[in-house]
């Protein structure tokens, strides 16, 4: 069974950072293309960023140059370093992942996702 988890959300002054994590377990080939969405209650969901598995990142308007998405590809793991945060970035952060699976077929899995609440 694959997984991804979200972890690292939590309360955060007004211009401050957090940082947070994605990771996928379980049995498949390999992860490809993940990547970050935030969702505000009666909000369409928003694409944060993404990374493909060489590393290449790409941006939302909204975030750039305040937020950095990293990896580990040894881990399955990424990362999104969130800076000078505002309270338009509370929102609930989910990650997803492409990820190929040991029968050849390709899917998309998300993570539960984690809060973000900007105070301040």
């Known amino acids: 069974q694959v997984q991804v988890v979200e972890s690292g959300g939590g309360l955060v002054q007004f211009g401050g950072s957090l940082r947070l994590s994605c990771a996928a377990s379980?049995?498949?080939?390999?992860?490809?293309?993940m990547r970050w969405i935030r969702q505000v209650p009666e909000k369409q969901r928003e694409w944060v960023g993404s990374?493909?598995?060489?590393?290449?990142?790409d941006y939302a308007d909204s975030v750039k140059g305040r937020f950095t998405i990293s990896r580990d590809n040894a881990q399955n793991a990424m990362y999104l370093q969130m800076n000078n945060l505002g309270p338009e970035d509370t929102a609930v952060y989910y990650c997803?992942?492409?990820?190929?699976?040991?029968?050849?077929?390709?899917?998309?899995?998300w993570g539960q996702g984690t809060q973000v609440t900007v105070f301040s």
């Open positions: 990374i493909t598995q060489e590393g290449e990142t």
């Open positions: 997803n992942a492409d990820i190929l699976l040991r029968n050849g077929s390709w899917s998309v899995y």
């Open positions: 379980g049995r498949f080939m390999r992860v490809t293309t």
